[in-house]
C-alpha cells in the first residue's frame, strides 16, 4: 500500500528558526519576525485543506517545554508501516530529539494500535543519524528505500532499517545548487504510485544517477524531472495520498506548485488531483515544506 488517507501533524507552539540544523540545512533563513503566529496561520489552514478533501487528521498540539522548533516536521522522527510497526529515528539536532515525546506517543497509541515500536535511536550516541521518511522515501508497494546520503543520512543505520522493515537500499548522494549536500532525500524527490518526482540534476555522480533511473523504471515508475531552481521551490517535496473515497491526491506548497512548468501540471494531473497551500514562512524559517509536516499513518484502525 502506497498510500493512505490518515495523517498525523503536530500544531506548533514555539516554531522559530532552529541554529542547530541551519548548518546542513541550506532552506533555512533567518531574520523574519512573528514566525510563530504566521507559521500556526499556515498549519491550521494546510489541515483545513486537508479535512475539506476527506483526509483524516490527527493533530497534536506541541508542548513548550522541552524547546522544539521543528516539531512541525514529525515525519523525521517517526514512520508507521502497514504491519503494524511503528518506528523511531535518530535525530541530528539535540532540540530535534526531544519531539519524541510521550504525550505525542500516548495520542497515537489512543487512536491506532501498533503492534510493535522499534526504536533505532540509540545510534545519535554514536553521532549517526537517520531521519525517518526525510531520510528515506519509501516505495512501499515495491519495498524500496531511496536515501540521499548526508550528515542527517547514515548508511549504516538505512540499511539497518531495511533489514529490520524488509526494503531495499536504492543509496546515492545529491548536492544543491551551491554544492552542498540535500540534507534530505524528500527534498529532492517524491514516489508516487505510478511516477517519481525526481531533480536527476542534483545526483552529481553519472552512475548513481543511472542506478536511481534505472530502479524507477524497473518499477515501472514515469519519471518526472524537475529542475535544481524548483528543488529550490520545495517542488520535490510533495506527497501522493488517497482520501476517505479512495480519490488520490498530491498534496504541495503553492511555491511548489507555482514553480511547475505547465507541461509538468498536466502530466501531475493525469495521475492524482493536486491541492496546494501558502507554507511560506514554515518553507523559508525551517526548510521544509508540505511533505516534512505530514507523517503518513498506515498502523490498522
Sequence with gaps: MQNTAHLLMIQPVNFGYNTETAGTNSFQKKGYEHV??????????????????????????DSHTPFTPDSVFPNNWISFHDDGRIFLYPMFAVNRRAERKDALMDAIKTKFSCTEIIDLSEWETKGLYLEGTGSMVLDRENKMAYASLSPRTDEKILKTFCELANYSPVIFRSADSTGMAIYHTNVMMCIADAYAVICLDAIVDVDER???????????????????????????????????????????SDQAYQSLTAEQTQLLQKYNRIIHTSLLTIETVGGGSARCMLAEIFVKD
Excluded at 43 to 60: E, G, I, S
Excluded at 218 to 243: S, V
Design 210 to 252: 543511472h542506478l536511481v533511473i534505472s530502479y524507477l523504471q524497473k518499477t515501472k515508475k514515469q519519471i518526472i524531472a524537475i529542475t535544481l531552481q524548483q528543488l529550490n521551490c520545495f517542488a520535490g517535496n510533495m506527497l501522493q495520498i488517497k482520501n476517505a473515497d479512495g480519490e488520490l491526491l498530491l498534496v504541495m
Design 36 to 61: 510563530q503566529q504566521k507559521a500556526l496561520q499556515e498549519f491550521n489552514a494546510f489541515v483545513d485543506l486537508l479535512r475539506n478533501n476527506k483526509l483524516d487528521v490527527t493533530v497534536v498540539e
